[in-house]
């Protein structure tokens, strides 16, 4: 039984599910499933959680993202990336680089996107993107989101010119939204050409590229056997990184698995409290055996119990 967390580096022309499912097939377990999506031509960090971790999955759908996008201006589409329909042309061959950094400003800090059709988003009960296929466009409502970090990193003049642009940014954010607003701002029109996810997460839970492996390491990974295999994952604690954590012994390990609270006298907390009140509860072995939540009377109840080996 594999158990723990795995991080993907996607290739184009795949959907998150695809991935899900090659996974499935390289580790022989049905028991994989992805924390958050990436679109189809899209790359880079993909995270998976196998066997116990898939307990944890809400735990690892992280508020912070960092991509690495490229631009085309003079173009857009009703899809907001190069491979939708052309929906208007503009002569954007008058941009220029001054241009472009002097209209990220705006775009920094809490701004307000308007999600695309072509996003997992419901409307009445539906994904957006269910309808666009059907070419039905519903109104959708404006949602706040973060910039936390903006900058051009690149950028080439001619009719249709090109930035590539470096975004840190919280979840629910839509970078094609981002680069077809911000061509909108400019006048001349704009469309994602790539996109590149280098990070998933922040401080002790960010997964990077450097951690990443792609279907071909893979599957060279699993002809040395499942013992190598299985050395690819990180371990089910890295989804409590940083978060207070108690030490359990067996016999309060038994309760645990019974659903029953424990006293924190009982837990002996480390680390500094979560607003949300959750607690990483471990084994001798540093092995993770629950997450608890502290109640108002100051016990310690389990909201999710891992099986033997989490």
Known sequence: MFNGILIIDKTPGMTSHDVVNRIRRIFKTKRVGHTGTL???????????????????????????????????????????????????????VLTEADLIGSLARFRGTIYQVPPMVSARRFEGKHLYELARKGVTVEREARPIEIYRLEMTRFSTGERPTAELEVSCSTGTYIRTLAFDIGRALGVGAAMSALRRTCVGSGDNAFTLEQAYTFDELTKIAEAGPERLARALLPVTHAVLGWPRARIDDALEARIRHGHAITLAEAGIEGQNREDGLVALLDLQADLIAVAKLTESNTLQPVKVLGAGG
């Open 39 to 93: 679109d189809p031509e899209a790359t880079g960090v993909l995270v998976l959680c196998l066997g116990n971790a898939l307990r944890l999955a809400e735990y690892l759908s992280a508020s912070q993202k960092l991509y690495i996008a490229e631009v085309m201006f003079g173009t857009e589409t009703d899809t907001q990336d190069i491979w939708g329909s052309v929906t208007a042309e503009y002569d954007a061959s």
